[in-house]
Every structure is written in C-alpha cells, then in structure tokens.
C-alpha cells in the first residue's frame, strides 16, 4: 500500500486540445516532486484522481518563458507532447507568463508559439530530418516523439481496433528499445477533405482522442502521398492543421501544428495520504 506525501492541497487548471486532456499545474515554486510517480498516476486517473492522458509542470527557466516538464498518464516523464505543447502555451497567457507569443524549452528542445485571437494555438515543432519505410510496419519518423504511421484502405479507419492493433506494433521486435507511438490513417476521399487520423499512445498505452506529435507525423508521411502544406487532419477529438517546408533532402523544417487549446475547468484537490 503506497501514500502520497504531499503538502496540504494541490491547486491545478485541466486543459484540453482536440479532445488530448492534461492536468496542468502552475510549479514556478518548484514544489511538485516529479519522481513522485504515484502521485502523477493518480492525478491522472480517471477513477481516482482528476483524470488526463498526462500531467504537465509549468516551470520558470532562466533562458526561456518558461519550462513544459512532461509526464505520461504512466507516472513517468514523456518525451515532447504536441497538444500538451499548445494547452501549455494557453496556460502561460492565462496565467500572465506570457502575452501572445513564446518561446519555451520542452523535453526535445526550445519551442516557439503563439496565440492568436481566436483561441487557435500555433506551435513551432523540430525540424524532422527525414522518414523511414519499415518494411511492412509503414513510414516511421520522430516528431519529438517516435511515431509509426499505418495508411489503411478507404472506410477501415472507423472500424478499427486501435487498442489491439496499435498494442501490435507498439511492442512489435522492431520498436523494442525505446517503443512507439501508432498512427492509422485514412487519406481525403475527395480533394480538400481531411484526412482522418486516430492514434494509440505509448505512456498511455491506449487510443488518445487526438495526438499532436502523432498528427505531425501523419502530415509529414503524407507528403509523399500527394499532400501539400498545409494539411488538414481530422481525428476523434477534432481537426488539426500542420504546416511545413519540405526540403529536397526529405528533411522538413517550419514546422507548426495548429488548433484548439482550450481551459475545461480547475480546482483544488487534497492529495496528502492518498493511498495508490
């Protein structure tokens, strides 16, 4: 039996983008334990504690606006989050850290974003060098997190299975070492339609209503399908865009995921004692 230790109440804001949800605590003090893997897993189970696909940390750093500091709903740090990206953004405005642009450091390195008046959030991914066929797996590439993409026939999207087929490959031989992401992906039946997309995230280790660096991953493999910048993507928890240069090289860079980070409510929550 495992008790948190933790000092008396814990204020948080939830956010979500596209449907992707996270528990965002304000932690410029520098109060949050993050090797509190417990205590993150609770935070965000959907039983227990408040209920997220992750927690994020928004910390000041002497270089940058601020710092994003990334955990898994597996109570474990995370490498970059793209929706989770855009809600911290829209956090630090509403908090008064920033005004309406940024430039922030993220587990994969400084990013830039904006927020325009509309509430639309635009984030500055890494430059992505290149993509990988894998054999029989699909187009494989790092978008600040690793991402395999699967393009399946027309109308098998909707049926899917994403837990079971996305559990496949993401413990697949192939992605033993460090694992992957997996996206399934539906191209435009009709010109100017978005292509659909629908994500099984490791950390959470189940289908996500919507993934950011997922998302980045699928517009970029779809570039060499016809698709030109910027693309629109339509996944179960809403639309998302993804802008880029391609370079002869195969290499991307400018690149910018574009949508909705939006505030769902906030509290406080008693969390000394807590038992797993």
């Not at 699909?138 to 393009?151: A, E, I, K, Q, W």
């Not at 950011?212 to 517009?219: E, L, P, Y």
Request: with cysteine; glycine share 10%.
């Amino acid at each position: 039996m495992t008790f948190f230790v933790f000092p008396v109440t814990l204020s948080f804001f939830k956010y979500q983008g596209t449907g992707n949800d996270f528990v965002m605590v304000d932690d410029r003090s520098r109060q949050f334990d993050e090797t509190n893997s417990h205590l993150v897993r609770f935070l965000c189970d959907r039983r227990r504690g408040i209920g997220a696909d992750g927690l994020i940390l928004l910390r000041q750093h002497a270089q940058y606006d601020f710092e994003m500091v990334y955990f898994n709903a597996d109570g474990y740090l995370g490498s970059m989050c793209g929706n989770g990206g855009r809600c911290t953004v829209a956090f630090a405005k509403q908090l008064g850290v920033i005004e309406n642009q940024t430039r922030f450091l993220a587990a994969d390195g400084p990013h830039d974003g904006r927020v325009d008046a509309d509430g639309t959030v635009h984030l500055r991914m890494q430059d992505v060098i290149g993509q990988q066929e894998v054999e029989e797996y699909g187009v494989f590439l790092d978008t600040g997190s690793p991402h395999l993409v699967r393009f399946l026939p027309a109308s098998t999207l909707a049926e899917l299975n994403v837990f079971t087929e996305g559990r496949t490959y993401r413990y697949n031989e192939r992605f033993r070492e460090k694992g992957t992401n997996v996206n399934f992906v539906e191209s435009p039946a009709t010109p100017g339609q978005p292509w659909q997309v629908r994500t099984y995230e490791r950390g959470v280790e189940d289908e996500t209503l919507s993934c950011g660096t997922g998302v980045t991953a699928v517009a970029l493999a779809a570039s060499r399908r016809g698709a030109t910048s910027p693309v629109h993507l339509r996944t179960p928890g809403g639309d998302l865009r993804v802008a880029f240069d391609a370079k002869p090289d195969g290499s991307f860079t400018n690149i910018y995921l574009s949508g909705p980070a939006t505030r769902v409510f906030d509290g406080k929550l008693e969390v000394a004692d807590r038992q797993q």
